[in-house]
C-alpha cells in the first residue's frame, strides 16, 4: 500500500518527537519538515546547562540536536528517493539510518532562551548522505554548525 509524502512527514515527525526517549527528555520539537530543509527547535531549562557559572547550553546537548537536525532531513530524502514503495519497506528503511561521523564547530557560547537547528543535504548518494546542520539561538546568533554523515543502505 502506498502512503502519500505528508503521511510520512507525520510519522518521521512522531518518530522523533515521540518514539526517542532522548529526544523526548530534550522536549525538541520539529517546526518543519520538507523535502530540502529541517528545523527542530529545543528550549533551554536548566537540565541542559554545561557551564552552571554562565548559564550555556551543553556541547553535547548541541551535537545531539545537530545530530538529530541532520537525520530528519536524510530521513526526508530517504521518504522522497523510495516515493511509491510500500510504507512498511520505507519504514525499514528510515529505521536502519545511523550516523556515521558528525563534526560539530562551537562558534559561540549556546545562551539563549531557544534555540532553532537547521539541516540540508549536501550529497545524496545510495549509501551514504552528508548534510550541513546549523544552531541559532532565540536572537538569531550562529551557536554551531556542523556536518554529519549518514549511512543509509
Do not use: W
Not at 531549562?45 to 552552571?52: I, M, Q, T
Not at 528510515?94 to 550516523?99: A, D, L, P
Not at 545524496?124 to 541559532?136: C, I, Q, W
Amino acid at each position: 500500500m502506498k502512503t502519500d509524502f505528508s503521511t510520512l512527514l507525520k510519522f518521521l515527525q512522531n518518530l522523533y518527537e515521540e518514539e526517542i526517549p532522548f529526544n523526548k527528555f530534550l522536549e525538541l520539537k520539529i517546526i518543519s519538515l520538507e523535502e530540502n530543509k529541517a528545523c527542530i527547535k529545543t528550549m533551554m531549562k536548566d537540565e541542559l546547562v554545561g557551564n552552571f557559572k554562565h548559564g550555556m547550553l551543553h556541547g553535547g546537548v548541541i551535537s545531539s540536536v545537530l545530530d538529530l537536525t541532520g537525520a530528519s532531513i536524510v530521513s526526508t530524502g530517504v521518504l522522497k528517493k523510495m516515493a511509491g514503495c510500500p510504507f512498511d519497506e520505507i519504514a525499514e528503511r528510515i529505521f536502519k539510518i545511523g550516523t556515521v561521523d558528525l563534526r560539530v564547530d562551537f562558534l559561540r557560547p549556546g545562551k539563549g532562551t531557544y534555540f532553532l537547528s537547521t539541516a540540508s543535504i549536501m550529497r545524496m548518494g545510495n549509501k551514504v548522505v552528508v548534510t550541513r546542520m546549523s544552531l541559532r539561538n532565540d536572537k538569531k546568533i550562529l551557536i554551531a554548525v556542523g556536518t554529519g554523515t549518514y549511512m543509509i543502505g
